[in-house]
């Protein structure tokens, strides 16, 4: 078998679009912790449930689709090293679903919900940034599985362990708390241009 390369350095005139210590994904790696769940819906049979201090409300797929439709360019900053500049992707923004929902004013945190065993919270100003989504779509194509589809969050302002993949719940919080990774050392908020990799960072 030939070894193939994955990553490279920055290159020089893009280096101000990396984040310390981060290089270049040839590819599009996979990361999954947990193992990925073995039953995953179809689009037809996908919903989303939002609860917690929110009034609760099941998403089909057509009721996404219904929401406003966006498609964000974003680079992608993986707390193992790896970046990925320019991936395009399609769903709702985040904000966009916020505007669909009856929040509590009490609300100031969301926990993002994996079929499996894998969640990621983030905060309700998080979610008001342009540049967040839900997407179902990555370069154009239906998501792939292994990239979290049929939808998954993704929030390049953050390391990508905070994009939850196969999105099945969004739990609204008055309070932070830890998901699958932050219960594991990973520092709560996680800033790539912070270098917030582990909490004690
Ligand atoms: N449900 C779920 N979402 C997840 C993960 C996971 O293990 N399970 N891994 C996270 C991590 S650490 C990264 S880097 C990205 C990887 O996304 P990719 O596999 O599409 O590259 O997904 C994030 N979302
Ligand atoms: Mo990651």
Known sequence: MSRRKHFADPPPELSGRFPPRQRLALGFPTLTAAPPPELLPTR???TL?????????TFTWADLLALPQSTLTLDIHCVTHW???DTVW???????????????????HVMAHAHGD???????DDWRREDLLLAHSYAGEALEEKHGGPLRLVAPHRYFWKSVKWLEGLEFMDRDRPGYWEARGYHHRGDPWKSERWERD
């Open 44 to 46: 037809e049979d996908w």
């Open 49 to 57: 449930r939002v609860f917690g201090l929110a009034a609760e409300r």
């Open 83 to 85: 970046s990925k500049l």
């Open 90 to 108: 399609t769903g709702v923004r985040t904000r966009d679903l916020l505007a669909a929902l009856e929040l509590s004013p009490q609300a100031t």
């Open 118 to 124: 894998y969640s990621a919270a983030l905060s309700l």
